[in-house]
C-alpha cells in the first residue's frame, strides 16, 4: 500500500481472530470498499511479539511501532490473526478502534487447520513463532494490557 495513499479513514477496526477462523474471507469481503489488508507486515509483527516475550522490546516501543505502522499503513481494517496476541497493546494504543472478534466451530476449524497443513508448507516467521505460541501460559500473557 502507498503511505499516505488516503488522508481520512471511515473505519478504524481490527480483526481479532485464530488462524483459519476466516481472516482471509473477511479481508475479500471489505478490500473493495475500505483499506484492508491481511496479516499486514506479519513477518515484522510476530518478531516485534516474540522481542517483546523475550525482553528485547518495552511495552512502550511496541506500542510505538504499533502507532508508527498505522501511520504508515492507513488501514481501515488490519486482519490479522496475529492481532490476538498483541489485544492488550491494541487496546491500549488505539483506544477508538472498533474489533472485530472471530469465532469459527471445531469441526470445520480443524479440517480447515488440518487441510492446510497437509497442502501448504508454513511461512518461516510462523515456523520460528510457533514455539512461543504453544508454549504452556501463552494465553494469559497476551490477555495482558
Not at 510505538?64 to 491494541?90: K, M, P, S, V
Amino acid at each position: 500500500m502507498i503511505e499516505n495513499q488516503y488522508s481520512s479513514r471511515i473505519a478504524k477496526a481490527f480483526c481479532v481472530g485464530q488462524v483459519k477462523s476466516g481472516t482471509g474471507s473477511l479481508w475479500g469481503l471489505l478490500k473493495k470498499h475500505y483499506r484492508a489488508d491481511h496479516e499486514p507486515e506479519r513477518e515484522q509483527t510476530l518478531l516485534m511479539i516474540l522481542r517483546e516475550a523475550h525482553g528485547e522490546v518495552t511495552r512502550s516501543d511496541f506500542r510505538a511501532y504499533l502507532r508508527e505502522r498505522d501511520r504508515r499503513l492507513n488501514l481501515e481494517y488490519d486482519i490479522a490473526w496475529g492481532n490476538q496476541f498483541i489485544i492488550g497493546h491494541l487496546l491500549t494504543t488505539f483506544p477508538d478502534a472498533g474489533f472485530v472478534v472471530l469465532i469459527r466451530d471445531p469441526y470445520t476449524w480443524l479440517q480447515s487447520v488440518v487441510g492446510q497443513l497437509l497442502s501448504r508448507d508454513l511461512p518461516q516467521e510462523v515456523l520460528s513463532f510457533l514455539p512461543w505460541w504453544v508454549q504452556a501460559g501463552v494465553v494469559s500473557v497476551c490477555a495482558r494490557g
